[in-house]
Structures are given as structure tokens and as C-alpha cells.
T-cell receptor, first 113, second 111 residues
Framework: DQQVKQNSPSLSVQEGRISILNCDYTNSMFDYFLWYKKYPAEGPTFLIS?????DKNEDGRFTVFLNKSAKHLSLHIVPSQPGDSAVYFC????????????FGQGTRLTINP | NAGVTQTPKFQVLKTGQSMTLQCAQD?????MYWYRQDPGMGLRLIYY???????DKGEVPNGYNVSRLNKREFSLRLESAAPSQTSVYFC??????????FGDGTRLSIL
């Protein structure tokens, strides 16, 4: 069973517009969520995170929103830039399994000029 | 440069062969992890080591063994490689409550 799901394998957005990447989870014990960005032939790099006690966290062009009742989080990128083209993974961590991250399948974001 | 170094970057094996994937970090992080990434599956945890001298199973440990040689090094061994183990393998490290920091991966093909 997939505890963290990214239902959109790919997303295409025009440069300068907003990119919205979505992630759903099923385990109510998850209390910390992260987004990673991955370029081809490189490892994932940490982008932004949010604790379950918050509903929003912002870092420059990147904002993550958390809706605990819906078990849903989203990553907003505004404005989108060509360098944002990458695969984005959401990941979740629970208190009891704090060492373990559970990843979604990833969404490939393409920013078109 | 500080970071996580994985060797080799690429490897092709025949079914039944054995090999060890190496991971070394110079970030002085306590915890180290091995993941595999397969198309449409995201990253799945194979084994992790919360601290030097300890190792624990992750989500998909079957067919693998690990060794935390010292604080810097965490190796992943395939004793008898199978085609189902064709994947990209990532090593990661973490300390305290920091996010995990990943190496650039080892691309492994098993024929």
C-alpha cells in the first residue's frame, strides 16, 4: 500500500506562472512532511518542509500548504522558472518512525519558455 | 567539498554475482540510509543505520546486507544479484532533526 501518493506523474507549466504539485497521504501518524527536488543523474536535494502543527511554510518562491483533515499537501512555486524543471518528491515522517521517510512516486515538472 | 560520495556510479552485473556499493560521508552525520529508486515507485528504504554500530531494516531489505564500518562509511551488499535488483541506489545521511542529504546515486543493471 502506497502511504504517500503523488497522483500526477507529470506537469507542464509556462514560465512565470504558478506551479502546483500535489501529494496525498494515508497514515495519520505522519507529523512532518518534506519536498525534495531531483535533477537527472543527481541525488534528491531538500527543498522545503512543514510540521503538522502548521498549515503553511514559505521560503522564497516556494510555499508548502498542509491540510491535515484532508491528508493533503501541496507545493506552490511562484513564479516558475526554467531551472525548476525537475522531478519533485514529497516525503513524510512519523514520530514513531522518525528515522524513516516514506516517499511519493514523484512528479516531473517541466517549465516551458 | 563536503557531501555524500557513492561508488561506483555505474555497474553492470550478471545474475548471481555479488557486489558491494560504497557510501562515504564527510558531514559528520550520525544516521545513514540506503534507498532504491525504481520507475513509478519513488524512493524506498532498504536499510538504515541510526548511529555507528547499529543497523535496521527498512521497507525492502530482502536480498541485501549492510555494514556500518565506522561513522563515515555505510556499505550495501548484494550477495547474489537478481534482475529485480536493477535500480538506482541512493545513500543518504542525517543528523539531529535535519533533512536527509543524498549522494548522486549508483546505477546498477543486472542481466
Amino acid at each position: 500500500d502506497q502511504q504517500v501518493k503523488q497522483n500526477s506523474p507529470s506537469l507542464s507549466v509556462q514560465e512565470g506562472r504558478i506551479s502546483i504539485l500535489n501529494c496525498d497521504y494515508t497514515n495519520s501518524m505522519f507529523d512532518y512532511f518534506l519536498w525534495y527536488k531531483k535533477y537527472p543523474a543527481e541525488g534528491p536535494t531538500f527543498l522545503i518542509s512543514i510540521s503538522s502543527i502548521k498549515d503553511k511554510n514559505e521560503d522564497g518562491r516556494f510555499t508548502v500548504f498542509l491540510n491535515k483533515s484532508a491528508k493533503h499537501l501541496s507545493l506552490h512555486i511562484v513564479p516558475s522558472q526554467p531551472g525548476d524543471s525537475a522531478v519533485y518528491f514529497c516525503a513524510a515522517r512519523g514520530i514513531q518512525g522518525a528515522q524513516k521517510l516514506v516517499f511519493g512516486q514523484g512528479t516531473r515538472l517541466t517549465i516551458n519558455p | 567539498n563536503a557531501g555524500v560520495t557513492q561508488t561506483p556510479k555505474f555497474q553492470v552485473l550478471k545474475t548471481g554475482q555479488s557486489m558491494t556499493l560504497q557510501c562515504a560521508q564527510d558531514m559528520n552525520h550520525n544516521s545513514m540510509y540506503w534507498y532504491r529508486q525504481d520507475p513509478g515507485m519513488g524512493l524506498r528504504l532498504i536499510y538504515y543505520s541510526a548511529s555507528e554500530g547499529t543497523t535496521d531494516k527498512g521497507e525492502v531489505p530482502n536480498g541485501y546486507n549492510v555494514s556500518r564500518l565506522n561513522k563515515r562509511e555505510f556499505s550495501l551488499r548484494l550477495e547474489s544479484a537478481a534482475p529485480s535488483q536493477t535500480s538506482v541506489y541512493f545513500c543518504a545521511t542525517r543528523t539531529g532533526t535535519s533533512p536527509q542529504h543524498f549522494g548522486d546515486g549508483t546505477r546498477l543493471s543486472i542481466l
